[in-house]
C-alpha cells in the first residue's frame, strides 16, 4: 500500500473534523443533553444527505436484502460509538477517555487478527507504540508522570466498548459481505450506502436520547450557538468525515487509518488552545512527529 498525499489527506480530515467535534461538544454542556445532541446530529445529517441518496429508496428490496450488515454497521459507527462516548464522558474524564481512545491502532490490529484472520506485520506494532507514545505526550502536556496519577472509573469502560465497536465498524467497511462487493453490490453511490447505515444507526441515536430525557430530563436551550453547532457537527464530522473515513479505510485498510485516528487529540488539543489563546507548546510537535512516524512505519511493507 503506497501512502499517496490523496490517500493522506483522506485519512486526515477525518480527525480534524472529530477534534473539531469535541471541542464543539464541550462548548455545548449545558445547553443539551449528550445523546440529545447525538441524535440530532444524525437526524440533521440524514436530512442534509436525503438528496444525494434518493436511489436508496428506489431500491427497497435491496436495502432489505442487506439490512442485517446494514443494520450492524449503522448500530457500530452512528449510535453505538457515539452514545457510549458522550456517556462515558459523564462519569469519566477527559483525560482518560483521550488515553483510552489512543489504544484504537491496537484494537484495529486485534479484531482484524481474530475476526479477519489478519496477522499484523511487526512494523504496524511498531507504529502502534509510537503512536500511542505521540498521543500519551499531549495528554501528559510533556509531563509523562501525570500519567501515573490516571484512576480508572465505571466510564472507561463504556469508552472501551465505544473503541471497541468501532474497531468493528471500520473492518466492516474495508471487509463488506458479498452482497455488498462487485455485481452484487446495489447501484448506490456513497451518499445511499452512507444513508442505509444512518437509517439504523439514527434508530438507536433516537431511542437512546428519548430513554435519557425520560429518565433524566433536561431542557435544550435553543439559540444561534447551538443552532451553528448542530450545522458543524452534522456537516463536518458526520457526513464529510464519514465519507472521508470509509473511502480511506477501503484504501488504506483498517490497521492503517487507525493510526491517522490517534491525530485527534493532537488537533484537539491545538484547537483547544487556539480558543483559550494559548500558543502550542513543545509536546504538541514531539507528539505530532511520533505520531506521523508511526503513520509512516506501520505504512511501510
Known sequence: MTLTPRLALLLTLPPLMWAGNAVVGRLMVGSISPLALNALRWGLAALLLLPLAWRLFQQPTALLQRWRYLALSGFLGMGCYNALQYQALRSSSALNVTLIAASLPVWMLAVGAVVFRVKPRPKQILGAALSLAGVAFVIARGA???LAQVH????????LLAIF???IYSWLLARPPASMRGDARPDWDWASVLMAQLMFGLLFAGGMAGLEQALRPQPILWGPGLALALLYVAVGPSLIAYRCWGLGVAQ????IAAFFGNLTPVFAALMSAALLGEWPQWYHGAAFALIAAGIWISAQP
Open 144 to 146: 509523562l508522570q501525570t
Open 165 to 167: 465497536s468501532w474497531a
Open 152 to 159: 480508572f472509573v465505571s466510564g472507561d469502560l463504556l469508552m
Open 252 to 255: 488504506a485498510g483498517p490497521a
